[in-house]
């Protein structure tokens, strides 16, 4: 039989002794799916953290997509589309600053509620687009549904 020069303990098993399985492999790093699993441990500096982290998304993210539609819906100069732009690559990295234990799932999910109350925000404070009463009411929801998905307690 030809060896391979470079041993292979998986294929070598299965060219040995078809019969037996291979052993598996141990999980890939099991600290980080712990910490998944178990979600952020809080404390007040992690819930201030967070909550600026969300903030500073939505800011790249509504000033981003803001920018966009300057230029495109209201025929702004071409350099407010480029600062829109750089602001929307700026919000896909910024969520990564959420603390370890947090998934990619749970972090965009109640930033989408974040970014509900904070779109009705920029509406108000930016075009004067004043929200009505089922926009409140929906913000409200949007914020109960962010507590209760980012502070439920993981075990």
Known sequence: ???????????????????????????????????????????????????????????????????????????????????GAILLVAYGVIPTLQPEGASFARVYAVYGGVFIIMSYGWGWAVDGDKPDTGDWAGAAIALAGVGLAWFWPRA
């Open 1 to 83: 039989m030809n060896r391979r020069e470079t041993p292979n303990p998986l294929l070598d098993n299965l060219e040995e002794s078809p019969t037996t399985p291979p052993s598996p492999s141990p999980p890939a790093a099991p600290a980080a799916a712990a910490a998944v699993a178990t979600g952020i441990q809080w404390t007040a500096g992690k819930v201030f953290w967070t909550l600026g982290v969300f903030i500073l998304a939505g800011l790249a993210e509504i000033g981003g997509g803001w920018l966009c539609w300057q230029t495109i819906r209201n025929k702004k100069p071409w350099y407010y589309y480029v600062g």
